[in-house]
Structure formats: structure tokens, C-alpha cells
């Protein structure tokens, strides 16, 4: 059976939430199709000690602020995935679950969304399949000899899995220190980073992150090359249990090694690392497999859009999947904007 409706948003988590609220409030026609068999998105997978890295009144999405953690100056996952969860109730968003989207088609005037669950066809789709199903790890020498275990960051879930063991955690972003500092106490623990791991000062949080990247977008809108602002997106927010780690001397970053052996890893001069498990804490990709058949992926592997509308196929917007989609598009913060611009110009398009 096929099923007509102006737009399908792919993806239930933060990016699809904040479209359907913006649709629903321009009176709009649309679903939402999750693959999860719960509310929550990405969140529900994430490590044990996660936390945000701003506080609840920082990490919402349109129209509905976080409610503080009691205890917890920045929430942990949990209180996200209920936070997220009531957010879908609270505004009946028409969220079909478990459906896993197979392949968006061209169809006429329409397109054309393949799932498990059927077919729908609508007069708009907006992407927001987010990332974390698209675990990135790098090509190194010797990666396939190790006898220890490898896992990405989406496979991490707790130091009590490696007590005692010698851990090498690879990359120096916010994931990378925040599992080397999860590790630190009860692990023989080894961290490296491509280059030197940069701290924002202590009193700075994901804010300052989030209006970087806004500044940022602006400068580059306006054909600025000084972008200005006070923090990197690649700069390490300095959580507590990071900077607890890191100011007892637990977090010291080392070069990243030349290649894997069977037993650990070795660098470029010869010195080598025993190892029990190496973590790839090194970033993930866009889930974009189900756009394939549009033909519109440009050579870096991103689909070029101007703001968040496909520049290929103007029924077709992308959300979420980081600054080329909106600035800090990515976190709960930054979403709601370009959210609200896709929902407008999908409201344009349809009239």
C-alpha cells in the first residue's frame, strides 16, 4: 500500500523532532519514520557517564525548554532520551516506529520513500538521519591483525568492561577525553591524538560552541574569512570528570601511532604499546545511504545544499548532520533554527 502525504521527515531524534514541531505549527501534513523501536534517538545508545555539555536550559529543542536535572548541573543521556520522549507526546507528533527507510526515489512530482514497513509518497522529505549509525575508524596498517577487541565509541559503554586491562584510546575530541577520563582510574589507560588536545578555559561550555559556530556561519554567509569567536568546534569542553582527570594528571595525550601489531600498536620510531582493546573515539560519517538513488552526493561525500534545502532536488532538505546543514545543527541547541527554515521553505514550496 502506498500512502500520500506532504512531507516525510526520516529520523526520530533530536533533528526529526524539531522539524516535525516546526511543521506541525505551519499546519503541514507530515510523519515522522524512526528506525528505533523507542523514543530517544542516538541518545539511547550512548556511554553510562555521558553528560551534556550545557545545561538543560541550553539543550532544547523549539518551544519546550529541558527541565534542570536534580543534582546535575549538565543532564546525563538518560534524562535526554525522557526529555526527548515527553517532547514527542507533549506535541502528538506522528512518529511511526520501528520503520527503517530503504531508498528515497524521484516519482513524478512526488518522491517516492521505501521502508520495511510500505511506501509513502510525499511532495517533500526532510533527511535527519543524524550519524551515529555511521561509525567512521580510520584505514590503519595492521588493524585487521590485533588480537586484542576494537571498538568504536557507539560500542562503549562503561570502564567496568576493562578493568585492569591496557586500553588505547584513539582521538582528541570531546568523545576521546571524555572515555580516556571515564578509563583513567581503572585501566592501564593510553590515550593519542592526532594533534595536541585543545581545553576550552573551564568556565566555557557547549554555549560557547554553539555560538561559534553561528558566528562562524554568518562570517562565511557574509564572504567574511575572519570568523572571530572564542572557541573551535575541534576544542575539548572540560566537563568535570575531564578536568578532574586531567588536573590529577590522568589525561596525557601521546602522537598518534604508525600502525597496529598483533599485541598493540607502534610509532613511527620505534617505540611499541602493549594493548588488551583499542577505543576509536574518531568521529562518524552522514547516514545518507537512503539518498542514493537521488544521485546528489558531491565528491566529499555531503550532498551540496543551500542552507538546508538539496541543491539537486529542492522537494529534499537535510538536518542535523552538522554545520554544512546549519551551524551547531548537530546538538539540541542548534537544531531548532534550521529546523524552523526548512519547515518554512517546505510550507513555500508546497503553496
Known amino acids: 500500500m502506498t500512502r500520500v502525504v506532504d512531507v516525510v521527515v526520516i529520523g526520530g531524534g533530536q533533528s526529526g523532532l524539531a522539524a516535525g514541531y516546526h511543521l506541525r505549527r505551519l499546519g503541514l501534513d507530515f510523519l515522522i519514520l524512526d528506525a528505533q523501536p523507542a523514543p530517544g534517538g542516538a541518545w539511547q545508545h550512548t556511554w553510562d557517564s555521558l553528560h551534556l555539555f550545557s545545561p538543560a536550559a541550553y539543550s532544547s529543542l523549539p518551544g519546550r525548554l529541558m527541565p534542570p536535572q536534580p543534582g546535575e548541573t549538565y543532564p546525563d543521556a538518560a534524562h535526554v532520551v525522557s526529555y526527548l520522549t515527553d517532547y514527542e507526546q507533549r506535541y502528538e507528533l506522528p512518529v511511526h516506529r520501528p520503520v527503517r527507510v530503504t531508498a528515497v526515489h524521484r516519482d513524478g512530482e512526488l518522491l517516492r520513500v521505501e521502508t520495511d514497513s510500505g511506501t509513502w509518497r510525499a511532495r517533500a522529505v526532510v533527511s535527519a538521519t543524524g550519524t551515529w549509525s555511521r561509525p567512521f575508524v580510520p584505514a590503519v596498517p595492521g588493524r585487521t591483525e590485533f588480537r586484542g577487541s576494537q571498538l568504536h565509541t557507539v560500542e562503549y559503554r562503561s ?4 578493568a585492569g586491562q591496557r586500553v588505547i584510546v584513539v582521538g582528541g575530541g570531546n568523545s576521546g ?7 583513567a582510574h581503572d585501566t592501564d589507560l593510553t590515550w593519542v591524538t592526532p594533534r595536541l588536545p585543545r581545553y576550552l578555559a573551564d568556565d566555557i561550555d557547549g554555549r560557547a560552541l554553539f555560538d561559534h559556530a553561528t558566528a562562524r556561519r554568518r562570517a562565511l554567509d557574509e564572504g567574511r574569512t575572519d570568523t572571530g569567536g572564542v572557541a573551535s568546534l575541534g576544542d575539548i569542553v572540560a566537563v568535570p570528570p575531564v578536568r578532574a582527570a586531567r588536573d ?6 601521546g602522537p598518534m601511532f604508525a600502525r597496529i601489531t598483533r599485541s598493540g600498536v607502534a610509532w613511527a620510531d620505534g617505540t611499541t604499546a602493549e594493548a588488551d582493546a583499542i577505543i576509536w573515539c574518531t568521529g562518524f560519517r552522514p547516514a545518507l545511504s537512503h539518498l542514493a538513488p537521488l544521485g546528489l552526493r558531491g565528491p566529499r561525500g555531503h550532498i551540496p545544499t543551500a542552507g538546508t534545502r538539496a541543491s539537486g532536488e529542492p522537494r529534499l532538505h537535510l538536518l542535523g548532520y552538522g554545520d554544512w546543514t546549519g551551524p551547531a545543527s548537530a546538538t539540541l541547541i542548534g537544531v531548532g533554527r534550521p529546523a524552523r527554515e526548512a519547515a518554512r521553505a517546505i510550507s513555500a514550496l508546497l503553496r
Open 159 to 162: 570502564p567496568r568492561d576493562f
Open 177 to 183: 577525553a571524555q572515555i580516556a577520563a571515564d578509563l
Open 248 to 253: 590529577a594528571g590522568l589525561l596525557k595525550a
